[in-house]
């Protein structure tokens, strides 16, 4: 079901592609670093956001991005076999291969990603980077609607900025108090 | 609104409530912390909106609405996993979808419900849950009915118990349009959640069927002895009792039932993917202990969620205890024995 057709993708002019990249830190943290003291050149369309490993990344984190207007997901980690935690992105491959199939349905599978980038290469990082934008261009804005929040039904309405406080303090290891 | 006003705080709604023998939860202190303070108590969180209580209430105090209501716009004490079906039904709430997509012109439609990503998200219960729709068309097929395939959005069952009427209201307008396009006259799912929410908070207007009604008629001779789970969606809240029951009988299974069955059928602790920990984990065992107490070889069910709960405990890695029972879904059970039967 090609749900992206069906609401006529917006493309506004001028549109930068937000893109939210999950890096581990072990090696596409640091291969990200990499790419920044080397002088690689890539677009500044991405966040990255580190985690301690590609297997720290939830499905639910993923939709999280999406569904509050990311218009892609990267998730980097190390290469197959040289995971820090030993087989955390063999479960990080598996997690994310079935996120994608849920997606699929909603025709939002083109905008998860998962590449292996290991800590010497910068360069790599900046390609990924570099192509992904490009699809994301291809694919146009994120369709979804911002809900309307009607003050009855959504009284406290600063429920989602705690969510997105504690969310991101749980990637990041720290509590919020 | 509900009728909450006529609660005279009797007490007898937590002496019956399964959450407060493993916990501090009070039905009456959360109607009394609501009515007479205004206060938000974790209470309503806790509550597994089994629909026990209600049924004890001298006042026939809606417990049930008030749950409902008082959750409306609030931040849920916990989901489980993260939240991961909320946040793909929010997800699929703010797209347009594709309505003009149909299978077929059958009067009859086929909901599958959300075994699709319970089969995704949940690959380490080790449970089949596409297997229950393809038995389900199995089944029916056998009854000479062919269904269209309804691809719909999630029906927001659980999004509406957490308290997000919105996202609920988003997802119930698509649906309701979707069916209208279809055509169809009778609506089939194989999920109790589903059958409640489209009975009940939907206003559809079209007949809505349990898989569990039909298969009475299967005709089978299955010489097996089994015991059956109520779910609360189905039983309590539905008040189908007797369906599933004849289903089994009816094709010659012999039914063991547990020390509570029917209206005081206890809950398989995670309703609405609200609540899982060690209390409504304790609530679980306590549930899959009576189930062996029958000496029943196998354990049905008419609920994808309960399935996923049960197997979640039996499959556990390092268990406490191993039961060696199968737990498995009605239609899914069905379908396996006239397979064998061939
Ligand atoms: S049983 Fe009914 S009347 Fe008694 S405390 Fe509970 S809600 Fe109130
Ligand atoms: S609905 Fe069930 S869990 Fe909730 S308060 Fe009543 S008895 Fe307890
Ligand atoms: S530490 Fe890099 S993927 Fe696990």
Known sequence: ?177 | MSNVQSCYQCGKCTSICPMRRVSKTSPRSSIYNANIYGFETQDIWTCLTCGLCPQECPQQVDFLSFIREERQGKQPLAIAHLGVFTELAELSSRLNGNIAEKSGDSKIGFFPGCVDSLDLFLHDVKTNFGEITTSSVRLLDKLGMKPQVLNMKCCGHDVLWQGKKDVFNGLKEYNKKYIQESGIDTLVTSCAECYRTFSKDYDLGIKVIHTSQLWDKLGLKINQDVTYHDPCRLGRHMGEYDAPRKALTANGVTLKEMEHSKEKALCCGVSNFMNCNEQTKALRIARMNEAEATGAKTLITTCSKCLAHFNCLKNEKDAVKKYDFDVVDLSVFLARQLEAGK
């Open chain 1, 1 to 177: 079901m090609s749900t992206e057709a069906a609401a006529g993708t917006p493309k506004s002019e001028g549109w930068e592609p937000n893109i939210l990249a999950f890096c581990c830190n072990w090696c596409s943290y640091a291969g990200a670093d990499l790419a920044g003291v080397s002088r690689f050149q890539y677009p500044p369309t991405v966040k990255v956001l580190r985690v301690m490993c590609s297997s720290r990344v939830e499905p639910a984190f993923i939709l999280k991005a999406l569904k509050d207007g990311a218009d892609g997901v990267l998730v980097a980690g190390c290469h197959i076999g040289d995971c820090h935690y030993i087989d955390g992105n063999k479960n990080a491959e598996v997690r994310i291969n079935n996120t994608k199939k849920a997606l699929e349905k909603l025709g939002f599978d083109k905008r998860l990603r998962l590449e292996w980038i290991s800590a010497s290469e910068g360069l790599r990082f900046s390609e990924v980077i570099r192509n992904f934008t490009e699809e994301i261009k291809k694919l146009g804005q994120n369709p979804v609607k911002k809900p309307q929040i009607n003050a009855d039904e959504r009284r406290l309405d600063t429920s989602d900025i705690s969510v997105n406080m504690r969310s991101i303090a749980n990637v990041q290891g720290s509590e919020v108090k």
